[in-house]
């Protein structure tokens, strides 16, 4: 990740590591890009896909100019994480450094090494300006749960025997995969990957909650917005999988239950952010 030189934006350096990510934090006319240049949630994003993608490290260049302000942020990103941080200090270390550092199991090196592990490399294409419009998939058809009448309605994770429900997509929507990839905020991306492979509407991404996605980002419970004696499992296709996980690990991020919705402002003003990071990314909706 190379920090973006001379900004004082709070929450530049969680960008800079987006984009190191392949993400692209789009602006709509709404103003729903807006949560990027906040904080809080640009670092819960940040949080959300490092876990999901399995990355193991990050290579911060010119750390050196960094403020500590910054430089604590990088390091509650490995602690929260457990990324292997390496920062690349161009000068001598500070006694600022050395302070920050006392008590961090770490050592200094002259040679750059690669840390070890089995993370993923991303290798997102940026999106294109001209890029073509792109149909929504057919609907994975999903499986009926059963359920007893008044008894609660259990999510996802519950029901091991519904491991392989339905037949998944193909994976061959590779166009479609790379574009969803490039959507900056775990929810934005997993609540459009949702509707595009189940064909649900807004009235069901909202009853969808943090237990109704697998962990494994495998499969996803849709609610019937009547009656939950109609819900349904959605064996997702295998390039859903990490986009539907970072959902999980933001929701796990924040300080609602599990059993709270998962896409509460996504829902909002009948999906209107939904329709907005469709539309830019050319993919249209189903109806």
Same mark, same amino acid.
């Given at each position: 990740?190379?920090?973006?030189?001379?900004?004082?934006?709070? =929450?530049?350096?969680?960008?800079?590591?987006?984009?190191?990510?392949?993400?692209?934090?789009?602006?709509?006319?709404?103003?729903?890009? $807006?949560?990027?240049?906040?904080?809080?949630?640009?670092?819960?994003?940040?949080?959300?896909?490092?876990?999901?993608?399995?990355?193991?490290?990050? +290579?911060?260049?010119? =750390?050196?100019?960094?403020?500590?302000?910054?430089?604590?942020?990088?390091?509650?990103?490995?602690?929260?994480?457990?990324?292997?941080?390496?920062?690349?200090?161009?000068?001598?270390?500070?006694?600022?450094?050395?302070?920050?550092?006392?008590?961090?199991?770490?050592?200094? /090196?002259?040679? *750059?090494?690669?840390?070890?592990?089995?993370?993923?490399?991303?290798?997102?294409?940026?999106?294109?300006?001209?890029?073509?419009? *792109?149909?929504?998939?057919?609907?994975?058809?999903?499986?009926?749960?059963?359920?007893?009448?008044?008894?609660?309605?259990?999510?996802?994770?519950? *029901?091991?025997?519904? =491991?392989?429900?339905? +037949?998944?997509?193909?994976?061959?929507?590779?166009?479609?995969?790379?574009?969803?990839?490039?959507?900056?905020?775990?929810?934005?991306?997993? $609540?459009?990957?949702? /509707?595009?492979?189940?064909?649900?509407?807004?009235?069901?991404?909202?009853?969808?909650?943090?237990?109704?996605?697998?962990?494994?980002?495998?499969?996803?419970?849709?609610?019937?917005?009547?009656?939950?004696?109609?819900?349904?499992?959605?064996?997702?296709?295998?390039?859903?999988?990490?986009?539907? /996980?970072? =959902?999980?690990?933001?929701?796990?991020? +924040?300080?609602?239950?599990?059993?709270?919705?998962?896409?509460?402002?996504?829902?909002?003003?009948?999906? $209107? +952010?939904?329709?907005?990071?469709?539309?830019?990314?050319?993919?249209?909706?189903?109806?």
């Amino acid at each position: 990740m190379d920090p973006t030189p001379a900004t004082t934006a709070p =929450a530049a350096l969680a960008q800079d590591v987006l984009h190191a990510l392949g993400k692209t934090c789009f602006g709509t006319p709404a103003g729903n890009g $807006a949560w990027a240049d906040s904080l809080t949630p640009a670092w819960m994003a940040v949080r959300a896909w490092i876990l999901a993608l399995h990355i193991s490290g990050l +290579t911060v260049t010119r =750390a050196h100019r960094l403020t500590e302000h910054r430089l604590r942020q990088l390091l509650h990103l490995r602690e929260h994480t457990g990324i292997h941080l390496t920062l690349l200090w161009h000068t001598r270390p500070t006694p600022t450094l050395r302070q920050l550092l006392a008590g961090i199991d770490h050592h200094t /090196t002259r040679t *750059l090494t690669t840390p070890t592990g089995t993370g993923t490399t991303t290798d997102r294409r940026p999106p294109r300006m001209s890029f073509p419009w *792109l149909d929504p998939p057919q609907s994975l058809p999903g499986l009926a749960v059963p359920r007893a009448r008044r008894s609660p309605c259990q999510g996802v994770e519950p *029901l091991p025997r519904l =491991a392989r429900p339905g +037949t998944p997509a193909s994976d061959g929507h590779a166009e479609l995969a790379d574009r969803l990839h490039t959507l900056a905020h775990p929810l934005h991306a997993a $609540a459009l990957t949702t /509707t595009l492979l189940t064909g649900a509407g807004p009235a069901r991404l909202a009853l969808i909650r943090g237990t109704d996605v697998h962990p494994d980002g495998t499969h996803v419970k849709v609610h019937d917005p009547h009656t939950h004696h109609r819900c349904r499992i959605h064996a997702l296709p295998a390039w859903a999988h990490t986009l539907i /996980t970072a =959902a999980h690990h933001h929701h796990q991020d +924040t300080s609602r239950p599990p059993t709270s919705a998962l896409y509460p402002l996504i829902t909002a003003r009948d999906a $209107a +952010t939904l329709t907005e990071h469709a539309t830019s990314i050319h993919i249209r909706l189903p109806h």
